[in-house]
């Protein structure tokens, strides 16, 4: 699976070595799957399997603890990470509340062990929980290892507005009763942050922005880019997971439009990023419009790329487009593309506009349909000296104000800030 906050974590905390923090990075529910993951031989707590069984099976919490870990084993667990992509927010409101309930609810063993793990290593400074569908553990971590907390915000709005009723007002009410039991709250874009405070009852000083950051390893080696010329092939992309949610729908009609239109004859388009077996027949819609269009041969597909192949992919593309449909905080597929010096064309909402207004590396348009933004596309790709300027302006900003390492000042700065 591809995960945002899984990137984002493993490049915060290899940043937050380098520069002198002793830090550990705890996975929960699954392994992880990153090309560079720094867990090294940390276990993995709150096993996806023993979470799922402790919710729908009572006598499973009572079970002695070498039966129970047996259930953590990493083959197993690897197993079920191939059902994982199949989760949906409507099949786990009981769960999700559960969750955020804490040492009250049902994963509490998984809670306990986790602590007592934890104080068995030297006592951390600060803990920081992945996302919000973590406050739960705050309140058990402060009491035992004597220390603060701090939560990121992250898409988690979606996730929670999905949850049907009478689970998805619990779950808000429960997040904002635990939202006082950290110490600090991190969001990714001031968008984020204006819209998560009042819903989780905090005032606005609580939240701080700092935005997200990428390893800039590799991009650095990306040959320079030239603006091409004009009647030379152009290449459309669109790096997301492969779902209705991230807009690829939008994107490939867009592309028709403009193909059938015919002002840009020789446009291609490059589709990436994380598909799993639940978005497969959603991608065969797609690939199927493709080929009625006749343009099939003008579209290609690369699901599940390595990390070398990702960049490889952003720096193939002259222009690139990601037009979710979903509240998202971020989207780190911004800061990629423009490190790489592919500008992006991106709906006027959501976190984009505060991104895309302080890199400069693209640009807007109004109403989130395939029209607009084919309309919005036809001009720029029409000039490919701006598609350029763009990019370098953007790439430029990636390097100067979203590295891993700016993050990891950022993240430590806050932790510092907030010492008793």
């Known amino acids: 699976m591809y995960c945002g906050n899984c990137f984002r974590d493993n490049a915060l905390v290899a940043a937050l070595r380098r520069q002198g923090h002793d830090t550990l990075m705890v996975p929960l529910y699954l392994p992880l799957t990153l090309d560079e993951a720094v867990t090294a031989n940390t276990p993995t707590f709150f096993g996806g399997i023993n979470v799922y069984l402790d919710q729908i099976l009572p006598f499973h919490r009572r079970l002695p603890h ?7 084993a990493p083959a197993l667990l690897k197993l079920a990470s191939g059902r994982a992509a199949k989760t949906r927010a409507e099949d786990v409101g009981a769960l999700t509340l559960s969750m955020l309930r804490g040492e009250d609810g049902n994963q509490a063993r998984e809670l306990d062990e986790l602590v007592d793990w934890l104080a068995e290593q030297a006592r951390p400074e600060a803990v920081f929980l992945s996302n919000a569908l973590l406050v739960g553990l705050a309140r058990r971590l402060k009491k035992r290892l004597n220390t603060r907390v701090f939560a990121f915000l992250q898409s988690e709005e979606t996730f929670l507005d999905s949850i049907p009723e009478p689970y998805g007002s619990q779950c808000w009410a429960q997040l904002a009763e635990r939202a006082s039991d950290v110490d600090g709250w991190i969001s990714p874009t001031r968008y984020f942050a204006d819209r998560m405070a009042p819903r989780l009852r905090l005032p606005p000083d609580r939240v701080c922005v700092v935005p997200n950051g990428i390893s800039l390893a590799g991009y650095d080696q990306l040959p320079p880019r030239t603006a091409k010329r004009p009647g030379e092939p152009l290449t459309l992309g669109f790096f997301a997971r492969m779902c209705p949610e991230k807009g690829l729908a939008q994107v490939v009609d867009a592309f028709i439009e403009l193909r059938r239109h015919g002002r840009v004859p020789q446009l291609r388009l490059k589709i990436g990023g994380g598909c799993n077996s639940v978005d497969e027949p959603f991608v065969r819609q797609q690939r199927a419009k493709l080929a009625r269009a006749g343009l099939a041969a003008d579209a290609s597909f690369h699901p599940n790329v390595s990390r070398t192949d990702k960049l490889a992919f952003y720096a193939a593309c002259d222009v690139l487009s990601v037009p979710a449909q ?4 971020f989207g780190l597929y911004v800061i990629e593309s423009l490190a790489a010096g592919t500008p992006l064309v991106q709906p006027d909402r959501v976190g984009f506009p505060e991104l895309l207004h302080a890199t400069g590396g693209g640009v807007l348009y109004g109403a989130n349909t395939a029209p607009a933004l084919a309309r919005e596309l036809e001009p720029l790709l029409l000039n490919p000296a701006r598609l350029r300027e763009l990019g370098d302006l953007g790439r430029a900003a990636v ?8 993050m990891a000042r950022h993240v430590a700065q806050v932790a510092a800030a907030h010492r008793p």
């Open 399 to 406: 390097f100067a104000h979203y590295s891993d390492d700016v």
């Open 326 to 329: 979903i509240s998202e905080a």
């Open 66 to 72: 070498w039966f129970r870990h047996w259930f953590d």
